[in-house]
C-alpha cells in the first residue's frame, strides 16, 4: 500500500474513532409535512425523511397506496394519481437532551464532512451516481419483447418502482444504468422520456415517455 493511501485509510480511521467516542448520530426529529398531487399529477416534497415515513391523514377523495400513488426516499415523499395526505417524516422518541443531540450531531457530520472529502480523492475521474434530473418521475412504455405495458416511478434518490402485468418490481437507478432483480438497462434521454436498451441484449429496447410530473 502506498504511503499515500495509508494516510489516507488512517485518517478515516480516526474520524471515524472520534465520532463514535463523541456519541451516535441522533435520530433526526420527526416532522409531519403535507403533500399533495394536484391535477392528478406527479409532485415531489422534499424533506429529510430519516428512511421513516408513515402517512398520517389522507385528505384526498383519491385512495392513497403506498407504492402507487404515494411512496418515499431519504430526501422526499412523492405523490401522484391525486393523492393528497399529511405524513409523518423522521423517527419519533429520543432521551437525550438537546446539548447532547446536538454535539454529537456536530462531532458525527464532521466525520462524515472529512470521509466524504478523502472518499473524493480516491474517486475523482470516476463516474458519478447521481440521477439525472430528466429520468425523475413517471413513464409510461410498451415492452414489446414481454408483450407487456410498463409503468415506471424513478425518484431523486435512485429508487425504482415498477408494475408490468400486473405485477410490481424495484430497482435502483445509478447515473443512467437501471437495475431491477434480473434485469440492467442503459437509460438513453428521448424527447419527453427515455430509451432503455437492454445492456445484455442491445436489441431489447423500451421506449418510455413521461406519464407523471418530475421536480
Not at 408513515?54 to 385528505?59: A, Y
Not at 394519481?81 to 429520543?94: I, K, L, Y
Not at 447521481?130 to 415506471?152: H, R
Request: proline share 2%; charged share 20%; hydrophobic share 35%.
Amino acid at each position: 500500500m502506498s504511503a499515500i493511501r495509508m494516510t489516507r485509510s488512517r485518517a478515516v480511521a480516526a474520524v471515524v474513532s472520534a465520532s463514535l467516542v463523541c456519541a451516535p448520530l441522533p435520530a433526526f426529529a420527526a416532522q409531519t409535512i403535507s403533500c399533495a398531487s394536484s391535477g392528478y399529477r406527479y409532485n415531489y416534497c422534499r424533506v429529510d425523511t430519516d428512511n421513516e415515513v408513515r402517512l398520517e391523514r389522507q385528505r384526498s377523495s383519491t385512495e392513497c397506496r403506498q407504492g402507487y400513488s404515494w411512496d418515499y426516499d431519504r430526501h422526499g415523499v412523492w405523490v401522484d394519481h391525486g393523492c393528497a395526505a399529511d405524513f409523518r417524516v423522521g423517527r419519533d422518541g429520543g432521551g437525550h437532551g438537546g446539548r447532547n443531540k446536538a454535539l454529537a450531531a456536530g462531532a458525527a457530520v464532521a466525520g462524515i464532512a472529512v470521509i466524504a472529502a478523502l472518499a473524493a480523492q480516491g474517486n475523482k475521474g470516476q463516474q458519478s451516481s447521481d440521477v439525472p434530473s430528466w429520468a425523475v418521475g413517471t413513464f409510461s412504455g410498451y415492452d414489446s419483447q414481454a408483450g407487456a405495458d410498463v409503468e415506471v416511478t424513478i425518484l431523486p434518490g435512485g429508487r425504482v418502482t415498477g408494475n408490468a402485468r400486473g405485477s410490481s418490481f424495484e430497482g435502483n437507478l445509478a447515473g443512467t444504468l437501471l437495475r431491477t432483480e434480473r434485469q440492467a438497462f442503459r437509460l438513453e434521454r428521448q424527447g419527453n422520456g427515455f430509451v432503455a436498451v437492454d445492456e445484455r441484449d442491445s436489441s431489447h429496447r423500451v421506449a418510455y415517455r413521461r406519464s407523471g410530473g418530475g421536480y
